[in-house]
């Protein structure tokens, strides 16, 4: 029984390990990017799961908002298809296609507790481990 | 007698049952003719049908990876774009 537990362990380590590394990591990389601070309530809103970052590279609700979060939202919404567009014209692209590959770096850049939404359209909870990116994101 | 009636009965037998028999049969070969056609036209479709099954997912496989080939290009930009962007990200 205590041997089965301690070999469960062992084998847990090495994974929780990975994710504390990768989670570090991600850190470490998004540490330098908050050149601009959020607002505190969009912050908030992120923290408390009110809001969640979708595969199309735009911020979702994860549960009904109520009308203040969904017109913060939908305001950074639009700045972000401004600048999404912007980009994708310097680039070539379609704004869709800069969208989703946002969208993969948004969600790879989640921390533990934030809102994500999967492939699949179900909501999560980001944990240690990597996220559930769509197949057409890069491994990040 | 005998070979009146032999000469009769083989123009009785030949002529009727010669026809019946021969149309019959010729009406049975042509359905089987135009059977094994349809039959052969209808694997030679299916066969058509299978070669271009995989047609369809090659040229959508096709479309994913310039999808994801576009996206992998994009994505040391959109980091950028995250970082520079870190109030509405």
Same mark, same amino acid.
Request: proline share 7%; aromatic share 4%; net charge positive.
């Given at each position: %029984?205590?041997?089965?537990?301690?070999?469960?362990?062992?084998?847990? @380590? &090495? %994974?929780?390990? +990975?994710?504390?590394?990768?989670?570090?990591?991600?850190?470490?990389?998004?540490?330098?990017?908050?050149?601009?601070?959020?607002? !505190?309530?969009?912050?908030?809103?992120?923290?408390?799961?009110?809001?969640?970052?979708?595969?199309?590279?735009?911020?979702?609700?994860?549960? &009904?908002?109520?009308?203040? +979060?969904?017109?913060?939202?939908? #305001?950074?919404?639009?700045?972000?298809?401004?600048?999404?567009?912007?980009?994708?014209?310097?680039?070539?692209?379609? =704004?869709?296609?800069?969208?989703?590959?946002?969208?993969?770096?948004? =969600?790879?850049?989640? +921390?533990?507790?934030?809102?994500?939404?999967?492939? #699949?359209?179900?909501?999560?909870? @980001?944990?240690?481990?990597?996220?559930?990116?769509?197949?057409?994101?890069? #491994?990040? | 007698? %005998?070979?009146?009636?032999?000469?009769? $009965?083989?123009?009785?037998?030949?002529?009727? !049952? %010669?026809?019946?028999?021969?149309?019959?049969? $010729?009406?049975?070969?042509?359905?089987?003719?135009?059977?094994?056609?349809?039959?052969?036209?209808?694997?030679?479709?299916?066969?058509?049908?299978?070669?271009?099954?995989?047609?369809? !997912?090659?040229? =959508?496989?096709?479309?994913?990876? =310039?999808?994801?080939?576009?996206?992998?290009?994009?994505?040391?930009?959109?980091?950028?774009?995250?970082?520079?962007?870190?109030?509405?990200?």
């Amino acid at each position: %029984m205590f041997k089965d537990l301690r070999n469960q362990a062992l084998k847990h @380590r &090495p %994974m929780a390990l +990975v994710g504390a590394g990768a989670a570090l990591a991600l850190l470490a990389l998004s540490a330098p990017a908050s050149a601009q601070q959020r607002d !505190p309530a969009y912050a908030a809103a992120r923290a408390a799961g009110q809001v969640g970052e979708m595969p199309n590279g735009y911020l979702g609700f994860p549960t &009904p908002p109520s009308a203040d +979060v969904r017109r913060m939202a939908e #305001d950074i919404n639009i700045k972000r298809k401004a600048v999404y567009a912007q980009r994708a014209q310097a680039n070539g692209s379609t =704004i869709e296609e800069y969208a989703i590959t946002a969208g993969c770096q948004a =969600i790879a850049r989640t +921390v533990p507790g934030e809102k994500y939404q999967a492939p #699949d359209g179900s909501w999560r909870t @980001r944990g240690a481990e990597k996220p559930v990116l769509g197949s057409l994101c890069p #491994d990040l | 007698m %005998m070979p009146r009636e032999l000469t009769n $009965r083989a123009l009785a037998a030949t002529s009727l !049952p %010669m026809q019946i028999t021969q149309t019959g049969k $010729r009406g049975l070969a042509g359905r089987r003719v135009t059977l094994g056609l349809l039959v052969g036209g209808a694997l030679a479709l299916s066969a058509c049908v299978s070669v271009n099954a995989p047609d369809k !997912p090659i040229v =959508i496989e096709l479309n994913i990876n =310039i999808k994801q080939e576009v996206i992998y290009k994009l994505a040391a930009d959109a980091g950028n774009t995250i970082e520079e962007n870190g109030d509405i990200f």
